[in-house]
Nanobody, 126 residues
Framework: QVQLVESGGGSVEAGGSLRLSCAVS??????????IGWFRQAPGKEREPVVS????????YWGESMRSRFDISRDKAKGAVYLHMKNLKPEDTAMYYC?????????????????RGQGTQVTVSS
């Protein structure tokens, strides 16, 4: 079974940058053909898709208004997927978690059909 463990969250001032990591294990197929993505949810708000990546080819899919400040990358050798965040704003404060779905289809929300991690908290102060 696919397991995902997020790390790298913390507190940062507005305008700063942060890189979150998602360690992926439990499936030999996960980096051959899977859709892995990052999502976030703040208290009292709906879950938002941030960005996903198709491990076969590297195509990326962003959520609404996410493209300018968020990016995703993968490292097959390390079994990890990263969320790169820049110019952070207080409204980016949320629990961020990664999710993965093995298969040959990808979209920004496709990973929600698979497994997800427990999340890592990001707090941006003004």
């Amino acid at each position: 079974q696919v397991q995902l463990v997020e790390s790298g969250g913390g507190s940062v001032e507005a305008g700063g940058s942060l890189r979150l990591s998602c360690a992926v294990s439990g499936s030999e197929e996960i980096f051959r053909s899977a859709c892995i993505g990052w999502f976030r949810q703040a208290p009292g708000k709906e879950r938002e898709p941030v960005v996903s990546i198709f491990t076969d080819g590297g195509n990326r899919y962003w959520g609404e208004s996410m493209r300018s400040r968020f990016d995703i990358s993968r490292d097959k050798a390390k079994g990890a997927v990263y969320l790169h965040m820049k110019n952070l704003k207080p409204e980016d404060t949320a629990m961020y978690y990664c999710a993965a779905r093995v298969g040959n289809y990808c979209s920004v929300v496709a990973p929600l059909g698979g497994n997800r991690g427990q999340g890592t908290q990001v707090t941006v102060s003004s």
